[in-house]
């Protein structure tokens, strides 16, 4: 199966389908022999939704599950069984809806890009005057910070206190020992 699965029409698949797709696991050895006729009722049984008798497996999502269970995504070589067939094509169908999912949210988040991108072409003209605002801009900047630095040269800085005071400082300064006796 191609990776393009996803941009192809969808359709339900129909008994010529199962039968097609069951050909194609014939090969497999089969845990059990049992009658043509039932084993082609239980695996359609399978395959439908609620309504009885309408299958509402898509077409690519039965031939992905086949393809899939024939190169031995089930864990064993065996046939698969009617349930293990409509497990691995709703995961193959819930594959296909996350690659359509994922693909429409790309899309738009293009689109989305796309809207942010300026159409006008700048001229040369435009450009230098976009420099020079830029350039003046800088400057100002430049010379603001400066303006803050020196004034707060002069200024002095508060001190940093951490705590209380331990027991040899009184407000900050040292207490004179004591006269030995």
Do not use: W
């Amino acid at each position: 199966m191609s990776s393009d699965i996803s941009t192809e029409v969808v359709r339900t698949a129909t008994d010529r389908d199962l039968l097609v797709s069951l050909a194609a696991l014939d090969p497999l050895p089969r845990r059990a022999s049992t009658n043509p006729e039932l084993e082609f009722a239980a695996f359609k049984t399978a395959l439908e939704g609620r309504q009885v008798g309408l299958m509402v497996v898509a077409y690519v999502d039965l031939m992905a599950a086949v393809r899939a269970i024939v190169q031995g995504c089930l864990g064993h070589a065996y046939h698969p069984s009617p349930a293990e067939l409509r497990m691995r094509c709703n995961a193959k169908r819930d594959e296909r809806l996350e690659e359509i999912a994922k693909a429409a949210r790309r899309r738009a988040a293009d689109e989305e890009q796309a809207s942010y991108r300026s159409t006008s072409t700048k001229t040369a003209e435009a450009r230098e005057r976009a420099a020079a605002t830029y350039a003046a801009f800088c400057e100002a900047n430049a010379q603001a910070r400066l303006d803050v630095d020196t004034k707060n040269y002069h200024r002095p800085r508060p001190r940093k206190t951490t705590g209380p005071p331990d027991g040899k400082t009184v407000c900050g300064t040292a207490k004179p020992d004591p006269a030995p006796v």
